[in-house]
């Protein structure tokens, strides 16, 4: 089963600032890889998605993130947050050989960024 | 376009009590929808891939007797929350795939909070 991680929880940034959140995850097979972000009080919403091709990704809002499958991750990437990036980030893999289809999330980080 | 709405937004129930939420695809057929579960400053769990006109499939260590799952329509899944304890207090939050865009993409509802007191 796919396992996924993002090791920063909690992220404090001063606008203007540059942002790297990381994602790893475990799976030795094809995956397709996603980013979605929740604002306070809102629902999910997809920033960008990585099936196949070129790894660079890039998203809505300025953000972007990269596939290293030798590394197996896909880093989330912006470089001058704002501060209504603030919401909570998640990481979420998809196996493509799963029956189910289901997604696997990460545990979130939680940006906060200063104006 | 591909919206998905769940109601209500928020329940509080007494415990003991059974609560229903709907998850609706508004403007496509969803054949295949997903129930999650999130807890305050945790991630979301999924519960359940719930497929139109069959039995929901639970993930391990989720009793499907107390989380009832109906997915009746293309349009429409239910997940009944049956003799609610306040441990059952959480966000719920439900996703549908869009057939027609491909295999791999989920759509989120906003979520409904239930607190059980």
């Known amino acids: 089963a796919q396992s996924v991680s993002q090791h920063n929880h909690h992220v404090i940034l001063s606008e203007a600032a540059s942002l790297e959140l990381g994602c790893n995850y475990s799976y030795g097979g094809t995956v397709n890889l996603f980013w979605y972000v929740q604002y306070p009080g809102q629902h999910l919403q997809l920033l960008l998605k990585?099936?196949?091709?070129?790894?660079l990704v890039k998203g809505i809002k300025g953000f972007e993130a990269e596939f290293i499958k030798s590394k197996f991750s896909f880093n989330l990437r912006k470089p001058s947050v704002q501060w209504s990036d603030t919401a909570e980030y998640f990481c979420a893999v998809n196996a493509v050989n799963n029956a189910g289809n289901m997604l696997t999330f990460g545990g979130g980080t939680r940006l906060m960024v200063k104006p | 376009g591909a919206v998905v709405s769940q109601h209500p937004s928020w329940v509080i129930c007494k415990s003991g009590t059974s609560v229903k939420i709907e998850c609706r695809s508004l403007d496509f057929q969803a054949t295949t929808m997903f129930w999650y579960r999130q807890f305050p400053k945790q991630s979301l769990m999924l519960m359940a891939t719930?497929?139109?006109?069959?039995?929901?499939?639970?993930e391990q260590g989720v009793e499907k007797d107390k989380f009832l799952i109906n997915h009746a329509s293309l349009t429409l899944s239910t997940l009944t929350v049956t003799s609610a304890h306040p441990e059952d207090s959480s966000f719920y939050i439900c996703?549908?795939?869009?057939?027609?865009?491909?295999?791999?993409?989920?759509?989120f509802g906003p979520g409904t909070r239930l607190t059980v007191t």
């Open positions: 719930s497929n139109e006109g069959s039995k929901a499939t639970y």
């Open positions: 990585y099936f196949s091709g070129d790894p």
């Open positions: 996703s549908a795939r869009d057939r027609t865009r491909g295999a791999y993409e989920q759509y």
